[in-house]
């Protein structure tokens, strides 16, 4: 049988995808989709009872899970993410703000814009946040997260920080790490290669 393979277009992420490809069978076919869409993808897939596996970062399949609630798809296989270009040697979701403050020091009611594709993790991570006496007005973007700091729009963002060259080219730092990646195998958990990989 043809196991589906749905990898992200990204070229960026070919050293993992090719590390990732190794680990699985040969006979297989692959579909290139957005990253986001990789875990629907998926699903979809093994609804039709057709073998199915997914390539993708760790983020967005959490992202994915908090919000479908999908029991059947698990991560099969993390692949470790390490890149010395990166500032923390792998992207990590964060809170960010201005550079003259830290988390201690903002301010108890804050505007925070968050990327809709983190949409649910945040809102966790806030939730906690508010439990300290924050409150955040949230504000859900597609892109320019880190500008909408920089120009006063909102107080902090939260958005993925890979080589930092953005945040310190806007005035901006890490206040905290919320969520560090790296890139997984998901699918049917009973789905499983055995050997050496294992």
């Known amino acids: 049988m043809i196991v589906f393979i749905v990898v992200p277009k990204n070229s960026s992420l070919k050293k993992y995808k090719d590390q990732a490809l190794e680990y699985l069978d040969a006979n297989s076919r ?3 989709v957005r990253a986001r869409d990789v875990p629907l993808f998926v699903k979809q897939f093994l609804k039709k009872n057709r073998q199915a596996v997914g390539l993708t970062g760790e983020d967005l399949f959490r992202e994915w ?6 029991t059947r798809i698990k991560v099969i ?3 470790g993410w390490h890149d010395e270009n990166a ?16 988390l201690a020091t ?3 009611k804050n505007t925070v814009a968050i990327p809709e594709k983190y949409k649910t993790i945040s809102k966790k991570y806030l939730n906690f946040l508010e439990s300290k006496n924050f409150t955040f007005e949230k504000i859900y973007l597609n892109g320019a997260v880190e500008t909408s700091c920089a120009e006063n729009i909102s107080d902090l963002v939260i958005d993925i920080v890979y080589s930092g060259k953005t945040i310190k080219k806007l ?3 890490v206040y905290d790490k919320i969520f560090e990646s790296n890139f997984v195998i998901i699918g049917d958990k009973r ?4 050997g050496r990989n294992q």
Do not use: A, H, Y
């Open 30 to 32: 692959t579909i290139s």
């Open 65 to 70: 899970t908090l919000r479908e609630r999908e």
């Open 77 to 79: 296989k993390k692949i």
């Open 87 to 102: 500032m923390f040697k792998r992207p990590v979701l964060c809170l960010i703000g201005p550079k003259n403050r830290t």
């Open 106 to 108: 903002i301010k108890k």
């Open 171 to 173: 005035g901006l730092k």
């Open 191 to 194: 789905l499983r290669k055995k």
